[in-house]
């Protein structure tokens, strides 16, 4: 079944960041690395809904809203993902996350992050905490997107389906 979301994802500039210091980690199963293809900062989910009629409502209530200013730094865990925390300079991305609806998923709060790691709920946590550990003096560059993509997902590949443009931060 196809799913949909809206997200940013990562410029090269801060992939290759991410990347470089992944890198010299020792990320390795029980811990699965999340592919840089698939690195992104979620900003709703929509679930099965026509893709069609989600862009239309993103580009009622997104286009044209100011773009945060972000930055990956910190990181955490929960349930079976080690993560990246996001930060936002200009305090423009929860709005937009409200604006594009991230509560149509069902998920109580918006907490941005980038999964840089996951694990079989089955499996120690230990690996996962550790991973989070060597991260949490992690941080990347700063970065603003110019737009909000919608994708699609289904069997664990990120189709971009069209893009919302936003305003420059400043």
């Not at 592919?35 to 997104?62: C, F, I, M, N």
């Not at 080690?82 to 509560?103: C, K, N, Y």
């Not at 997902?153 to 931060?169: I, N």
């Amino acid at each position: 079944m196809t799913r949909h979301f809206s997200a940013f994802p990562l410029p090269d500039p801060v992939a290759d960041h991410l990347a470089a210091a992944l890198d010299a980690l020792d990320v390795r199963p029980p811990l699965r690395r999340t592919p840089r293809e698939q690195w992104h900062v979620t900003v709703g989910y929509y679930g099965a809904e026509d893709p069609h009629a989600r862009l239309a409502s993103l580009r009622e209530k997104v286009a044209g809203l100011r773009a945060p200013r972000l930055r990956l730094r910190g990181s955490g865990t929960f349930a079976s993902v080690a993560l990246l925390v996001v930060r936002d300079s200009t305090g423009a991305l929860e709005p937009l996350a409200e604006a594009a609806d991230f509560a149509v998923g069902g998920h109580p709060a918006y907490s941005p992050h980038v999964t840089v790691a996951t694990w079989s709920r089955r499996e120690d946590r230990g690996p996962g905490e550790r991973l989070a550990a060597d991260l949490v003096d992690y941080s990347g560059p700063w970065w603003s997107p110019s737009a909000l993509v919608l994708y699609a997902s289904e069997d664990g590949r990120y189709t971009p389906v069209d893009q919302v443009g936003l305003r420059a931060p400043g």
